[in-house]
C-alpha cells in the first residue's frame, strides 16, 4: 500500500513560483518512477511531469523550461518547482505512482494562478 500526500498548492499571481511537494510512505520509493499531473475544470488530468528512480525526467511540452521534478529518496519526496506560472496553469495537481500496475494517487493540491 502507498500513501501520497501533496502539499505547496496555493493562489499565486502570474510569473510567480510555487513548489509542490509529494511525500510517499512505504519502502519503495526509491525504486519507482513518480508523476505529477494536473487536472483543470472541464479538462482530462494530464501529465506534467514525470521523474524516474534513477532521476530520468520527462516534461509535457506546456512544462518545459517553466517546471522542474525532483525527487529526494531519503525523504521519500518528489517536488514540481514551477516557475513563470501563467493563468492556464490553473489547476488540482496531483501526485501518481503505480507499483506493480496499481495505481496510487494523492488528494491533490489546488493551484490558482491569478491576479
Known amino acids: 500500500q502507498v500513501q501520497l500526500v501533496e502539499s505547496g498548492g496555493g493562489l499565486v499571481q502570474p510569473g510567480g513560483s510555487l513548489r509542490l511537494s509529494c511525500a510517499a510512505s512505504g519502502s519503495i520509493f526509491s525504486f519507482v518512477t513518480m508523476d505529477w499531473y494536473r487536472q483543470a475544470p472541464g479538462k482530462q488530468r494530464e501529465l506534467v511531469a514525470s521523474?524516474?528512480?534513477?532521476?530520468?525526467?520527462i516534461y509535457a511540452d506546456s512544462a518545459k523550461g517553466r517546471f522542474t521534478i525532483s525527487r529526494d529518496n531519503a525523504k521519500n519526496t518528489v517536488y514540481l518547482q514551477m516557475n513563470s506560472l501563467k493563468p492556464e496553469d490553473t489547476a488540482v495537481y496531483y501526485c501518481h505512482t503505480d507499483v506493480r500496475y496499481r495505481d496510487y494517487w494523492g488528494q491533490g493540491t489546488q493551484v490558482t494562478v491569478s491576479s
Open positions: 521523474i524516474t528512480p534513477g532521476g530520468s525526467t
